[in-house]
C-alpha cells in the first residue's frame, strides 16, 4: 500500500477476491482519502458476476 496526497494504491495478492473489494471499501472510508486505486490480485474469484438483465424494460 502506498499513499500520496490522499491517494491510495493497494497492492499484493489475497487470497480471495472478496477480500480485495473489503480492502479497497475500508481504504476508501479512511479520514483524508480522495480516491483508492485497487491493484490487488486474488487466488480465488469468491465474488459471482452480474445476472444478465435481458429483456428487462
Known sequence: MSVE???VTLTGRLA??????LAARHAESVDGVVA???QL???DDDVLPPFPTWGVA
Open 41 to 43: 490480485s486474488w487466488k
Open 5 to 7: 496526497d490522499g491517494v
Open 36 to 38: 483508492v486505486h485497487e
Open 16 to 21: 480471495r477476491h472478496s477480500e480485495a473489494n
